[in-house]
């Protein structure tokens, strides 16, 4: 099955810069947010994850920032790779129901 | 181990049946939730069981239904089948409820079931 495809905003990067992905959620009473990438035919696949007390947090190559204030998330992709073109979605927790973000669609060229 | 089965994998139905869905979850993993994904609404949480009852459930007619199984295997069913419910129906599983507030669980999500309604 195909990730959602036709209307996604899409980020192109050459491979072995650093990729920034935004996203803005919708409550802010949610506390709880993950970042998802999704390949063609493939279900999402957790990247990272952050609490809402925190407003930084690395991963291996990977970086989400939180601003509470104006209720945004990022998502940094270091030195990125051919590998990392997918649909990339955070999601957010608010009501214990999964709320996700539209998607974006990273494509990586040589 | 083994990950999130879903089955089958492609499905095409026409407008008035009905059809169901399987999710298999990852051995010992007794929450199961379901999403449908479609390119202009993108993923929306359906429905979530845990130990066979319905913890929570999203903002889709009473047509979208569900269950889960002594064994934590799920089934969804759509009932009178419209043109609108052609998507792509991911499962995902997870160790507890989506409701705690200390989840911290990752889900595990299957690859889906490409619905197409004719």
């Known amino acids: 099955g195909e990730s959602v495809g036709l209307h996604l905003p899409t980020l192109s990067v050459q491979e072995g810069d650093n990729s920034i992905i935004n996203c803005a959620y919708s409550n802010s009473a949610s506390d709880y947010f993950i970042w998802y990438k999704q390949e063609s035919g493939k279900g999402p696949q957790f990247i990272i994850d952050i609490r809402s007390n925190m407003d930084k947090r690395q991963g291996q190559r990977v970086t989400v920032l939180l601003n509470k204030t104006v209720k945004h998330l990022s998502l940094q992709i270091a030195a990125t790779q051919p590998g990392d073109s997918a649909v990339y979605f955070c999601a957010e927790i608010s009501l214990d129901k999964l709320i996700f973000g539209t998607g974006t669609r990273l494509q990586v060229f040589p | 181990k083994a990950g999130v089965t879903q089955t089958p994998r492609y499905l095409i139905k026409t407008r008035g049946q009905q059809v169901t869905l399987s999710c298999s979850p990852i051995?010992?993993?007794?929450?199961v939730s379901w999403y449908q994904q479609t390119p202009g609404q993108g993923l929306q949480f359906l429905f979530e069981?845990?130990?066979?009852?319905?913890?929570n459930k999203g903002n889709f007619p009473g047509r979208f239904s569900g269950r889960q199984f002594s064994n934590s295997r799920s089934e969804m069913n759509v009932s009178t089948l419209e043109l609108g419910d052609s998507a792509l129906y991911l499962c995902?599983?997870?160790?507890?409820?989506?409701?705690?507030?200390?989840?911290?669980?990752?889900?595990?999500f299957g690859s889906g079931t490409q619905l197409s309604v004719l």
């Open positions: 069981y845990f130990s066979e009852t319905q913890r």
């Open positions: 051995s010992g993993h007794r929450s």
């Open positions: 995902a599983s997870s160790l507890v409820s989506l409701g705690l507030t200390t989840w911290r669980e990752k889900l595990f």
